[in-house]
C-alpha cells in the first residue's frame, strides 16, 4: 500500500506550492484516480508519490517505510510508473523494452534466467502484445506503444502501479482497453493509481476519485460523490451537465459529464 | 527466440569480432617495410628467429599492435559510453573537450622543449591536461546543475571547454617555433610511431579497470536511452551512473589521447556500426564496440604504416578518410532495411 500524508510540494524559485497538503492511500485490488484541469498537480503528485521529487512537507509510506529510505532498486520492485511519455534516440524492440522491467531483479553480472523470461512472457501476454515482441517500438501505434510501456511495468513484479494519463492520445478502442487492462489488474489484487483527464472512463472504472485544484484536494472519495455539477463547473471554469450513463452494463447510472457549448450557456 | 538462443547469438557476436581482431592483429604483424610471414611471428615469439626479425616483431610491430588494439577499444567503448550517457547518437570520445585538454598539455610540452629533452613528459603533460579537463567539465556541469548532474548541461560545459582549449592551442602554437609546430600538429592527427610496451601497459592499467566498470554499466545504460525518469522508475541509480559512466569513459580517453594523440572517428564511427548491425542492447553494444574499434584501429594503423612505407601516415587521417565513406556506406543500407 502506497500512503501520501499531507503531502506538499514546491519547485525551486516558484512562489507557490504545486502540490498542498494533500493526504492519499493506494491500497491493494483497487482503483484511485486522480483528475483535475492542466496545471492542477496531477503529475507533480505522481512524481512525489513515486519518489522522483521529495516533499518539502508530509510524507510518502510504502507499506511502512518511508518511501525516500528505500534504495533505488528496492523501490522498483515495490512500485512500478508508466510515466506520461518516453523518447529514444535509439530504438529498442518491445521484448528487449519490457525485460528492462526485470532491472531491479537482476545483479550488473546476472544473466537473465528462464523465470525472468517467463515473467516477461507473461507481461507481454497480460497486455496483448505478445504477438509483437519481436517488432520496433517505433512501428508501433500509439496504444499498442502504451501496453507495450504497461507490460514493462508489470515485469517489474511492483504491487502498486501508478499511470500518468495512459489514455492520452489515444482513440476510443484503446482507451476502453486500456482502462479493462487496469480493471483486470486490480482484480489481481494491484493497488492502482491512475491520472487522467477522462473524467467519463474514471467514473465508470475507478473505485475512487480525486478532484486536484490547484494543488489541493477539492473532493475525494466515490466517483458519483465527487462528479458533481457545481464542484466541476467551479474546477473547470466551464459550464456542464451531468448525465447517468445509459447502460446496459454494471456501471450504469455513472455520472458521465458533458461540457456545455457557449451558445448553450 | 529463447534466451538461450539470444544469449548464444550475443556470445557468438562477440567471438566473431573477438576473431577479426586477432586476424587484424596477424594482417598488422605480417604487413610493413619488411614482409614476414606467420612463420616468422612464431620463430620470434619461440625465440629461434633471426636477430633482425625478432626485433622488428617484438620491440616494433607487436607493441605497436597491441597499443593499438587497446586504443581502438579505449575510443569504441568511451565513444558507446558518452553515446548512452548524453543520450545523443553524435556524442564520441572528445565531445567532452577531454582531447582539448590533453592537447593544451601536450603542446606545452613541445613549445617548452621538454618533448626533445624528455620524450616521456609528453604523455605525462596530455594526461594532466586530459584529467584538468574532465574535472573542469565535471566542476561547471556540476555548479550549473544543483540537482543532479544534467546532460544537457554536460554536454554543453564539454563543448565549450573545448572550444576554450582550442583558443588556448592556438595561441600556444602561434608563438612557438616551426618544429615544435610541426611537431604538435603531428602529435594532434594521433599517430602510434611512439609505441611501445611501456606506453601499452600504462594504457592497460587504466583501461583494464575502466572497461569492467562500464561494462557493468550495460543493463543500467539500456534504461538510461529510455530516459532518466523512466530510468529511474526501473531502478536505476541515475545519477551514480552517469557520474560513474562520465569518470570511467573519460579516464580511457586520457590515457589514450597521452598515449597515442586525438585519433579521431573511431568512437563515433564504430559504436554506430554495431548499433546499425545489431540493435542497441549495451550488453552486446559494448563489448562490440571495444572489439570492432581495436579491429578498425589495427587495420587503420597498418595501412597508415603501409602506404607510403617507408614514411607513414598520421593514423588518425587515415581512420577518418577510410572511416567516413565505410560508414555512409552502412548508414545507407541502415536506411533502405
Keep these: 500500500m502506497l500512503r501520501g500524508r499531507d503531502v506538499t510540494f514546491t519547485y525551486p524559485r516558484a512562489d507557490a506550492a504545486t502540490v498542498q497538503g494533500v493526504s492519499l492511500s493506494v491500497t491493494p485490488g483497487s482503483l484511485l484516480a486522480v483528475a483535475g484541469p492542466n496545471g492542477a498537480g496531477k503529475t507533480t503528485l505522481l512524481r512525489v508519490l513515486s519518489g522522483s521529487l521529495a516533499p518539502q512537507e508530509g510524507e510518502v509510506m510504502l507499506d511502512d517505510r518511508l518511501l525516500g529510505d528505500l534504495d533505488d532498486r528496492e523501490r522498483a520492485r515495490a512500485l512500478a510508473v508508466v510515466p506520461q511519455s518516453e523518447s529514444s534516440p535509439f530504438p529498442v524492440t518491445v521484448r528487449e523494452m519490457v525485460g528492462m522491467g526485470r532491472y531491479a531483479h537482476l545483479g550488473p553480472w546476472q544473466g537473465v534466467g528462464s523465470g525472468d523470461r517467463a515473467i516477461v512472457d507473461a507481461a507481454l501476454e497480460r497486455c496483448s502484445v505478445g504477438p509483437l515482441a519481436g517488432r520496433q517500438l517505433g512501428e508501433l501505434s500509439g496504444g499498442e506503444r502504451q501496453r507495450a510501456r504497461i507490460a514493462r511495468a508489470l515485469a517489474q513484479e511492483a504491487p502498486v502501479l501508478l499511470l500518468d494519463e495512459p489514455t492520452a492520445g489515444l482513440d476510443l478502442r484503446y482507451r476502453m482497453e486500456l482502462f479493462h487492462l487496469l480493471q483486470e489488474l486490480r482484480a489481481d489484487g494491484l493497488a492502482l493509481l491512475v491520472v487522467t483527464h477522462d473524467l467519463n472512463l474514471a467514473a465508470r472504472f475507478a473505485d475512487r476519485l480525486l478532484l486536484l485544484d490547484q494543488g489541493r484536494e477539492r473532493a475525494g472519495g466515490a466517483p458519483h460523490d465527487v462528479l458533481l455539477r457545481e464542484t466541476l463547473e467551479d474546477v473547470y471554469e466551464w459550464p456542464l451537465r451531468l448525465v447517468p450513463h445509459p447502460g446496459p452494463g454494471s456501471d450504469t447510472g455513472a455520472p458521465q459529464t458533458v461540457p456545455l457549448r457557449r451558445d448553450e450557456m | ?337
Excluded at chain 2, 594523440?261 to 564496440?289: E, M
Excluded at chain 2, 578498425?296 to 578518410?321: H, Q, S
Design chain 2, 1 to 337: 527466440m529463447s534466451v538461450q538462443a539470444r544469449t548464444w547469438r550475443a556470445s557468438s557476436r562477440v567471438a566473431v569480432l573477438a576473431l577479426a581482431v586477432l586476424i587484424a592483429g596477424a594482417v598488422s604483424l605480417s604487413l610493413g617495410a619488411s614482409g614476414l610471414g606467420p612463420g616468422d611471428l612464431w620463430r620470434a615469439l619461440t625465440g629461434t628467429a633471426d636477430p633482425a626479425t625478432e626485433t622488428i616483431l617484438l620491440r616494433l610491430r607487436l607493441p605497436r599492435a597491441v597499443l593499438a588494439a587497446l586504443v581502438g577499444g579505449a575510443l569504441g567503448l568511451s565513444g558507446c559510453t558518452l553515446q548512452a550517457l548524453l543520450r545523443n547518437p553524435l556524442a564520441e570520445p572528445y565531445v567532452l573537450g577531454v582531447s582539448g585538454g590533453a592537447a593544451v598539455g601536450a603542446v606545452c610540452v613541445f613549445v617548452s622543449g621538454l618533448a626533445v629533452t624528455l620524450p616521456w613528459t609528453l604523455s605525462l603533460g596530455a594526461f594532466l591536461g586530459a584529467v584538468a579537463a574532465m574535472a573542469l567539465v565535471l566542476a561547471i556541469a556540476s555548479r550549473a546543475s544543483p540537482g543532479g548532474m544534467d546532460t544537457r548541461v554536460l554536454i554543453l560545459s564539454g563543448v565549450i571547454a573545448g572550444a576554450f582549449f582550442n583558443a588556448i592551442i592556438l595561441l600556444v602554437l602561434s608563438l612557438a617555433d616551426l618544429q615544435s609546430f610541426r611537431s604538435a600538429i603531428f602529435w594532434m592527427m594521433g599517430n602510434l610511431s611512439a609505441a611501445d610496451w611501456e606506453a601499452a601497459a600504462v594504457l592497460a592499467v587504466f583501461l583494464v579497470p575502466a572497461s569492467v566498470v562500464v561494462l557493468s554499466l550495460a543493463r543500467a545504460f539500456n534504461l538510461l536511452s529510455r530516459g532518466e525518469e523512466v530510468a529511474y522508475y526501473l531502478g536505476a541509480s541515475v545519477q551514480r551512473v552517469k557520474l560513474t559512466a562520465y569518470l570511467a569513459a573519460s579516464l580511457m580517453v586520457a590515457a589514450s589521447v597521452a598515449a597515442v594523440g586525438v585519433i579521431g572517428f573511431v568512437g563515433l564511427i564504430v559504436p554506430h556500426a554495431v548499433r546499425l548491425a545489431w540493435g542497441n542492447d549495451h550488453r552486446l553494444l559494448l563489448p562490440a564496440s571495444f572489439l570492432a574499434g581495436s579491429a578498425f584501429l589495427l587495420l587503420a594503423d597498418t595501412v597508415a604504416r603501409v602506404v607510403v612505407a617507408p614514411a607513414e601516415l598520421p593514423t588518425g587521417v587515415v581512420t577518418a578518410v577510410a572511416g567516413v565513406p565505410f560508414f555512409v556506406v552502412l548508414l545507407m543500407r541502415g536506411g533502405r532495411r
